[in-house]
């Protein structure tokens, strides 16, 4: 749990976020039981308003910077107003099944 | 091929190319979940477009991160911009505005 606490907090710290989820969706891959390398954040809040998809995934890129060039191997982002939030009735779309391909080198 | 010969190289591609995806492996045989959904995703709108296997590309691989601000693949180029990647380019297909804008960079690119 130690990457994901990690997460959590370096989210909580730098944004101001009406609602936050971090699921590892590590055991969906092709690696070991209790990894922590396949991420998806929810992340909604006003910070975003006027903000594009490509500004608002930068900027939670630039948030995990450390962890993305270390321990996460797949970051899943979605990033919501909270008006953007209510119309989507607080859903996120699923993460794409693996190929297979975690046994190659890191992102 | 050194670092700022791998800089150019990778510019040219994204001038030259309207809808550009770097990606893990190749559209028939996608390495990587996120990249096999971008590339379906791409190939349902119905416009052609080019791809770059950054696995057997591993300058491109280490250098496309920084020109482009964005540390993982895929990524997806239309009309010379950064537009995403797999969740954008979901998002923005669902929503309705994928379609319409690479069919707009292939019409212009043709002109």
Same mark, same amino acid.
């Given at each position: 749990m130690i990457v994901q606490e990690r997460i959590e907090r370096k989210l909580t710290d730098a944004m101001s976020l009406l609602h936050l989820e971090v699921i =590892? /969706?590590?055991? =969906?891959? =092709?690696?070991?039981?209790?990894? /922590?390398?396949h991420f998806k954040v929810v992340l909604v809040s006003e /910070?975003?308003?006027?903000?594009r998809l490509v500004a608002r995934h930068k900027q939670v890129n630039r948030i995990l910077k450390d962890e993305l060039a270390t321990d996460i191997h797949a970051l899943a982002i979605h990033t919501s107003t909270p008006s953007e939030w209510r119309a989507r009735h607080g859903t996120t779309p699923l993460s794409p099944p693996c190929h297979g391909g975690s046994k190659s080198p890191q992102s | 091929m050194n670092t700022e010969t791998t800089e150019q190289a990778i510019r040219k591609q994204i001038a030259d190319n309207p809808v550009l995806i770097y990606m893990k492996?190749?559209? +028939?045989?996608?390495?990587c979940g996120f990249s096999a959904q971008s590339t379906q995703i791409l190939m349902a709108c119905g416009e052609r477009f080019s791809y770059i296997d950054i696995l057997t590309n591993p300058d491109i691989r280490a250098t496309l991160p920084e020109i482009s +601000?964005?540390?993982?693949?895929p990524q997806l180029f239309v009309a010379g911009e950064l537009v995403g990647g797999c969740d954008i380019i979901t998002e923005m297909y669902e929503s309705g505005e994928l379609q319409p804008m690479i069919k707009q960079a292939s019409a212009s690119h043709a002109d």
């Open positions: =590892n /969706e590590s055991h =969906n891959h =092709n690696v070991p039981p209790g990894a /922590e390398s /910070e975003f308003e006027d903000l | 492996g190749s559209p +028939e045989r996608p390495q +601000e964005w540390p993982t693949f």
